[in-house]
């Protein structure tokens, strides 16, 4: 069964930086594709940025496409999110997910929530002055 654990989320000042980290085990022969979710309050859970675990091709929201950075580190089982030029509207619970997936399936036809059933707790970012 796959296990998810978010670290990394902070308090940070508008223009600011952080790195969120994902610790994933639980993973079998096969490809699999993690993501990085969030969902700010009264909003609805959006995708943010997937990667591939076995290739590491990547996808991102147009919104993010230029501030955030996702990579992964397969030695540690463990992905993450580089995250520059922080703005209050990236405030947010930031969410780790990770599915398998055929080898075929491209990082932008799966990083949306309903692909991705196996999540962790979350981590909270907020960006404030």
């Known amino acids: 069964q796959l296990q998810l654990v978010e670290s990394g989320g902070s308090l940070v000042q508008p223009g600011g930086s952080l790195r969120l980290s994902c610790a994933a085990s639980?993973?079998?022969?096969?490809?699999?594709?993690i993501g990085w979710f969030r969902q700010a309050p009264g909003r609805e859970r959006e995708a943010v940025s997937c990667?591939?675990?076995?290739?590491?091709?990547?996808y991102y929201r147009d919104s993010v496409k230029d501030r955030f950075t996702i990579f992964r580190d397969v030695t540690k089982n463990t992905v993450y999110l580089r995250m520059n030029s922080l703005q209050p509207e990236d405030t947010a619970v930031y969410y780790c997910?990770?599915?398998?997936?055929?080898?075929?399936?491209?990082?932008?036809?799966?990083?949306?929530?309903?692909?991705?059933?196996?999540w962790g707790q979350g981590t909270q970012v907020t960006v404030s002055s």
């Open positions: 997910a990770a599915e398998p997936a055929a080898f075929e399936v491209t990082p932008q036809s799966i990083c949306t929530v309903r692909r991705f059933h196996n």
């Open positions: 639980g993973f079998r022969n096969g490809y699999y594709y």
């Open positions: 990667i591939s675990r076995n290739d590491g091709s990547t």
